[in-house]
């Protein structure tokens, strides 16, 4: 049965389109997904992100325990309240999934991890856990509003309790911090996100939802679907789990070797295969592509290359570059000569760095 967030109604509510998504029923649009895309790009946008799974974690040896869970180093988290984005591995390398992990006290630390992961993620963490004492507990009982665009900070501040306000205005990037908003109701607040933009991820008690979606709609900040979130987060170079890495993909195969800490004496799983791999060179690497030809980039397209064959892993028409740019799986230093296959026709490729835009504007290069 298709799971819903207790937002649901109030997405119906507001005529969106709604769709599965990893089983769950979620809006796609509200109308125009391009205006949703720049909204968020200009102004003020929210998604509901409740669909996210809250873990948190509770024991004496919580630290040691995500030096061995995670590729990157939990060890670089020094202050409460500061966020890691990192990989979770199997034992060959593989991404089980990509997630963001906080540091709360040092007995207690909090993950949010990918919806259509949830399951394997909650059962790989407690196997994982059993050997270090580690609590681990699922809060199912929270929802998640993302806010993100130029001026979703300021309208998510005015929303706040006088008294947490100019704290939770000093957050720099990755950090979280509680607060109070509309009626009191306890927020946990997180200067993070999936689109580029600047704003909030907003951890609430999901009896609270509502409220809080309502005071920030109020206060002009537009609802966005699925849609806008997916083509904010490929134009800001932000891998997706199932598209650009699954478990038969390391992370220097998708792009994300900037995550892998291989810090001495930690013994992280799938760090063998790692070390290995990055001595040798990767065989695949994952590269940011756009297409001037009229068309759109899709996941699964055949991409030509001089070196062998790859594939388009995420694909869109860019609204604010007006043009196709994607994600491409290439063998390891294939960058002239590229070519997709749309429909039998081979299209020419150009390589370039991604992201591909940044502060709204297109990146160098793009």
């Given amino acids: 049965m298709t799971k819903q967030t207790i937002l649901n109604a109030t997405h119906r509510a507001a005529g ?26 200009r102004d003020a946008g929210m998604f509901d992100v409740s669909h996210m799974t809250v873990v948190d974690l509770h024991g004496a040896r919580c630290r040691e325990f995500l030096r061995h869970l995670l590729a990157n180093d939990i060890g670089k988290l020094k202050k409460p309240g500061k966020a890691l984005y990192s990989c979770m591995l199997n034992e060959r390398g593989g991404v089980i999934d990509d997630l963001i992990t906080y540091f709360l006290a040092e007995d ?3 993950m949010v991890v990918n919806a259509a992961t949830r399951d394997k993620d909650l059962a790989w963490i407690g196997m994982q856990a059993a050997a270090f004492g580690v609590d681990v507990r699922e809060r199912p009982e929270l929802a998640m509003i993302a806010a993100q665009g130029p001026n979703a900070r300021a309208r998510v501040l005015a929303l706040l309790d006088a008294d947490d306000r100019e704290r939770v205005e000093r957050l720099g990037r990755f950090a979280a911090a509680e607060a ?47 849609g806008a979130r997916d083509t ?37 799983i799938g760090r063998a295969v790692l ?92």
Avoid at 20 to 32: A, K, Q, T
């Fill in 180 to 226: 109070r908003g509309p009626g009191g109701m306890p927020l946990f607040v997180a200067r993070t996100g999936y689109t580029g933009e600047d704003g909030f991820e907003i951890v609430v008690p999901e009896h609270n939802a509502v409220a809080l979606w309502n005071a920030l709609a109020a206060s002009g900040v537009r609802p966005a679907g699925l």
């Fill in 275 to 366: 070390e290995k791999q990055k001595a040798a060179g990767a065989p695949r690497e994952m590269i940011g592509v756009v297409m001037e030809d009229k068309g759109v980039l899709r996941h699964g397209q055949r991409v030509v290359t001089r070196q062998g064959e790859g594939e388009i892993v995420s694909g869109i028409f860019s609204p604010t570059l007006g043009k196709a740019v994607g994600f491409a799986r290439v063998p390891a230093g294939a960058r002239e000569g590229l070519h997709v296959d749309i429909r039998g026709r081979e299209l020419p490729l150009r390589a370039v760095k991604y992201p591909f835009v940044r502060d709204g504007k297109p990146c160098e290069g793009i």
């Fill in 232 to 268: 904010l987060r490929l134009e800001a170079g932000m891998n997706l789990y199932g598209q650009d890495m699954d478990e038969d993909v390391t992370p220097w195969e998708a792009g994300l070797g900037w995550t892998v800490s291989l810090d001495e004496g930690r013994d992280f």
């Fill in 108 to 110: 207690r630390f909090r």
């Fill in 16 to 41: 969106a389109k709604m769709v599965d998504f990893g089983g769950w029923d979620m809006p796609l649009n509200y109308g125009s997904q391009i205006e949703e895309h720049h909204a968020v790009r």
